[in-house]
């Protein structure tokens, strides 16, 4: 299926469907010593809602990003489960070249949902990869973190995977768009994006203060084009092309997994959650014992109260339907000069949340160490 679709949406002129931007950041250019997995989800299927799903039948418990079509939640699409191993990807185009059958494919959030459930290091998910049928039935960039404060991509095919281990690289950080740098040479998506990503995080890679609102406000807020080097974000203009931006029309979350400290409780994992286009949408933490009720597929179809919040917000931003339209958005809408934008008014709220996040994490590690 995601052959097909690729191949009428370039046949069409259209965005890449099912393409995200990603990072795993090293502890040591974190402000608090914690490592952090960032994606910034781009799919056509705009309704998201992220549930817990109670441990069972020797399986870990785990919390992550569902659609709301998946009715038996079979495909998770970024999560973290009670032991603080975390997973997401990014869909990879530059891979596979065999004849799986489509029937065969897309099984990336399947696999996902199977790591949350059984693996609890970065290891236990290299040898799940290694124990799964062939062919896996997959092509993507599969991001993860553990307790422990390892991270690594592993770039998966069908038939093979090549690993890439957080440990090794000088920087302290890894970042993934829409293609692998195991696969095939100039083909793919995301080479702008990823440009986007690495001018926009270089600051803050040089102070080593790199923090989950850095990548759900800033980055996924972002209106930048390397390739153009401009940022229209405070430009003035009311209307842009929506091309080659981290936030995309088809962007329907930023979140990023805390881990934690080597030592520390993994229950203290947390995953800092903007549902719904990013820069129209409210940051909400989320704990392994705490999925806030608004963030939940408890809606008609299984949408979820935030998610359908935030699309009848971005509508106001995509409002031009005849055409071409859906490729114009208004800047104006997000970002004025008096300060009062969609976007502007959610960064300060969301600066509130985190502030709040981070009291109520101190009050949880409080109230486990005097457990101990």
């Given at each position: 299926?995601?052959?097909i679709?690729v191949a009428?949406?370039?046949?069409a002129?259209?965005?890449?469907?099912?393409?995200c931007t990603s990072?795993?950041v090293?502890?040591?250019?974190t402000?608090?010593?914690?490592?952090?997995?960032?994606?910034?989800?781009?799919t056509?299927?705009?309704?998201?809602?992220v549930?817990y799903?109670?441990?069972k039948?020797?399986?870990?418990?785990?919390?992550?990003?569902?659609?709301?079509?998946d009715?038996?939640?079979?495909a998770?699409?970024?999560g973290?489960n009670?032991?603080?191993?975390?997973i997401m990807?990014?869909?990879?185009?530059?891979?596979?070249?065999?004849?799986v059958?489509?029937?065969e494919?897309?099984?990336?959030?399947?696999?996902m949902?199977r790591a949350?459930?059984?693996?609890?290091?970065?290891d236990?998910?290299?040898?799940?990869?290694?124990?799964?049928?062939?062919?896996?039935?997959v092509?993507?960039?599969?991001?993860v973190?553990d307790?422990?404060g390892n991270?690594a991509y592993?770039?998966?095919?069908n038939y093979s995977y090549?690993?890439?281990?957080?440990?090794?690289?000088p920087?302290?950080?890894?970042?993934?768009?829409?293609y692998?740098?195991?696969?095939r040479q100039?083909?793919?998506f995301?080479?702008?994006r990823?440009?986007n990503?690495k001018?926009?995080?270089?600051?803050?890679?040089?102070?080593?203060?790199?923090t989950?609102?850095v990548?759900?406000?800033?980055i996924s807020?972002?209106?930048y084009?390397?390739?153009?080097?401009?940022?229209?974000?405070?430009?003035?203009q009311?209307?842009?092309?929506?091309?080659?931006?981290i936030p995309?029309?088809?962007?329907?979350?930023s979140?990023?997994?805390?881990?934690?400290l080597?030592?520390e409780?993994p229950?203290l994992?947390t995953m800092?959650?903007?549902?719904?286009y990013?820069?129209?949408?409210?940051?909400?933490?989320?704990?392994i014992?705490?999925?806030?009720?608004?963030?939940?597929?408890?809606?008609?179809n299984?949408?979820?109260?935030?998610?359908?919040?935030?699309?009848?917000?971005k509508?106001r931003?995509f409002s031009?339907?005849?055409?071409?339209?859906?490729?114009?958005l208004n800047?104006?809408?997000l970002?004025?000069?008096?300060?009062?934008?969609i976007?502007?008014?959610?960064?300060k709220?969301n600066e509130k949340?985190?502030?709040?996040?981070?009291k109520?994490?101190?009050?949880?590690?409080s109230l486990?160490q005097?457990?101990k």
């Open positions: 299926m995601k052959r679709i009428l949406l370039l046949v002129g259209f965005l890449v469907a099912d393409a990072a795993i090293s502890g040591k250019l402000r608090n010593g914690r490592p952090l997995l960032w994606k910034n989800r781009d056509n299927d705009l309704n998201n809602r549930e799903i109670a441990a039948n020797g399986c870990y418990a785990f919390v992550a990003l569902f659609d709301a079509r009715a038996r939640d079979t998770a699409w970024m973290f009670e032991k603080g191993f975390a990807n990014t869909a990879s185009y530059n891979l596979n070249a065999d004849n059958p489509e029937s494919m897309d099984r990336e959030g399947v696999v949902r949350l459930e059984t693996c609890v290091t970065v236990d998910f290299e040898s799940l990869l290694g124990r799964l049928e062939r062919p896996m039935g092509e993507a960039n599969f991001g973190i307790a422990n991270g592993f770039e998966t095919g090549v690993k890439y281990d957080l440990k090794d690289e920087s302290g950080i890894l970042t993934r768009t829409n692998s740098y195991s696969g100039n083909e793919g995301g080479y702008i990823e440009q990503e001018a926009l995080l270089a600051p803050h890679i040089a102070q080593m203060d790199l989950p609102s990548f759900t406000e800033e807020r972002t209106f084009n390397s390739l153009l080097n401009r940022d229209y974000t405070h430009s003035g009311k209307w842009i092309v929506d091309q080659d931006f995309r029309r088809i962007s329907t979350a979140i990023v997994v805390e881990g934690v080597p030592g409780n229950s994992t800092w959650t903007v549902l719904g990013p820069p129209c949408a409210e940051m909400l933490p989320v704990w014992d705490h999925v806030p009720a608004s963030l939940r597929g408890t809606g008609k299984r949408h979820s109260e935030q998610c359908d919040k935030v699309l009848a917000r509508a931003v031009v339907k005849r055409g071409n339209g859906n490729h114009y800047l104006s809408l970002y004025n000069s008096s300060g009062t934008g976007c502007q008014e959610l960064i709220q949340a985190y502030e709040d996040g981070y109520e994490l101190e009050r949880r590690r486990l005097k457990k």
